[in-house]
């Protein structure tokens, strides 16, 4: 079981900046990629960017070159550095734990997620 607490949300014009954090805490083992993801309304889920515990990144198409991803693996800590933020950045943004079994199969932790309003 995997405890995800996520901070740094909230309202930001058009063009800022927020940095936003997520500790995780209980059993690591087998942690195959840390991540976050974000729901606007009325849209799925989307993933945002993620990156293993290497420092191997991924990122959608929408925010690359604006957002970054790092990790702090001795503080379980995710970040996500998200700059130059559009209108349609709002969302919810949640923090994901992927783990992954031996056999290849993923089991997913999320956090409670924190709200990013982008608004002039």
């Known amino acids: 079981q995997v405890q995800l607490v996520e901070s740094g949300g909230g309202l930001v014009q058009p063009g800022g900046s927020l940095r936003l954090s997520c500790a995780a805490s209980?059993?690591?083992?087998?942690?195959?990629?840390m991540g976050w993801y974000r729901q606007a309304p009325g849209k799925q889920r989307e993933l945002v960017a993620s990156?293993?515990?290497?420092?191997?990144?991924n990122y959608a198409d929408s925010v690359k070159g604006r957002f970054t991803i790092s990790r702090d693996n001795a503080q379980n800590t995710v970040y996500l550095q998200m700059n130059s933020l559009k209108l349609e950045d709002t969302a919810v943004y949640y923090c994901?734990?992927?783990?992954?079994?031996?056999?290849?199969?993923?089991?997913?932790?999320w956090g409670q997620g924190t709200q990013v309003t982008v608004s002039s």
């Open positions: 209980g059993s690591m083992f087998n942690v195959d990629t």
């Open positions: 990156i293993t515990s290497g420092g191997s990144t």
């Open positions: 994901n734990v992927r783990k992954r079994n031996f056999l290849g199969r993923t089991y997913d932790s």
